[in-house]
């Protein structure tokens, strides 16, 4: 069963990215804060997976949800 677009690594990628420049905030920076390896988005980019808590991360530093970064909402606002 071929897994739904909405979930792939390149389209998070994609998210991740976007949100950054809309916030003003570097990849690098956002990586090294988080304590992420820099080549974390390379593999995204390269279909290969994040681990559940480091996407957590990502959002939480981004102010959006995982739900944003997953593609399953437009809306980025994280209800808390």
Request: net charge positive; proline share 2%.
């Amino acid at each position: 069963m071929e897994t739904p677009n909405l979930y792939k690594s390149l389209n998070i990628a994609n998210s991740i990215k976007h949100r950054a420049k809309q916030r003003g905030i570097m990849l690098k920076t956002m990586l090294s804060d988080l304590s992420l390896g820099s080549n974390t988005m390379s593999n995204l980019r390269h279909y290969r997976m994040i681990a559940a808590d480091s996407l957590a991360r990502i959002a939480d530093y981004l102010d959006c949800s995982v739900d944003y970064l997953l593609g399953r909402t437009d809306n980025p606002e994280v209800n808390r």
